[in-house]
């Protein structure tokens, strides 16, 4: 019930493309759902986060969309440059809980 | 922004001696930081919760007496890796939440990792 399923494994997209990543979760307390991007040999970095409350935010090319009932969330990035070649990862917890649980993590590519 | 500082970022140790790893956080108080695995190509795989001024919390198959974490300051976690093999060789990356102003919830973040090599 802890686990966040994450795919697709890996992505090549071009320049200027649409890049998604799924997750789905199946823990119900979960209320904090956060995506990272992690460089080659870096920690990884909040890129967006959502809560359940809304079913989208958008900041700046990154999309989060939120489905309660599915319990699924997606990130979109607009526009996907090289720049954007990076590890992506999902992630869930509960606003109290102090532990995240990651998804298994997106390896994208962006070609030039 | 918050941040968490990691040293160091790569070390090569031979193998049976000890490393160990520092995490600090800058500009806030850390009672609670997070050490972390990652293999190649992996997810995150936690490995324990360390709380300033107790013992570390440790995830089912870690090995406490071979992975030893201090937490003795509000702003310092060190993971020391005793009698290191091969096999121990990973990413490790600490973390820390603290609560977003304004946000309710806490933000994680995350150290620039430490790769360890143990030949």
């Known amino acids: 019930q802890q686990q966040v399923k994450q795919s697709p494994q890996s992505l090549i997209v071009q320049k200027g493309g649409i890049s998604i990543i799924n997750c789905a979760y199946e823990?119900?307390?979960?209320?904090?759902f956060p995506w990272y991007q992690q460089f080659p040999g870096k920690g990884p970095a909040l890129l967006i986060a959502?809560?359940?409350?809304?079913s989208e935010k958008k900041e700046g090319r990154f999309t989060i969309s939120f489905n309660k009932s599915a319990k699924q969330f997606s990130l979109h990035i607009m526009d996907s440059q090289p720049g954007d070649s990076a590890t992506y990862f999902c992630?869930?917890?509960?606003?109290?809980?102090?532990?995240?649980?990651f998804g298994s993590g997106t390896q994208l590519t962006v070609l030039p | 922004g918050a941040v968490v500082s990691q040293h160091p970022s790569w070390v090569i140790c031979k193998s049976g001696t000890s490393v160990k790893i520092e995490c600090r956080s800058l500009d806030f108080q850390a009672t609670t930081m997070f050490w972390y695995r990652q293999f190649p190509k992996q997810s995150l795989m936690l490995m324990a919760t360390?709380?300033?001024?107790?013992?570390?919390?440790?995830e089912q198959g870690v090995e406490k007496d071979k992975f030893l974490i201090n937490h003795a300051s509000l702003t310092l976690s060190t993971l020391t890796v005793t009698s290191a093999h091969p096999e121990d060789s990973s990413f490790y990356i600490c973390?820390?939440?603290?609560?977003?102003?304004?946000?309710?919830?806490?933000?994680?973040?995350f150290g620039q990792g430490t790769r360890l090599t143990v030949v």
């Open positions: 992630a869930a917890s509960t606003g109290s809980a102090r532990q995240l649980t």
């Open positions: 360390s709380n300033e001024g107790s013992k570390a919390t440790y």
């Open positions: 959502i809560r359940p409350d809304v």
């Open positions: 823990n119900t307390a979960f209320d904090y």
């Open positions: 973390s820390a939440r603290i609560l977003a102003p304004g946000q309710g919830v806490l933000r994680a973040f």
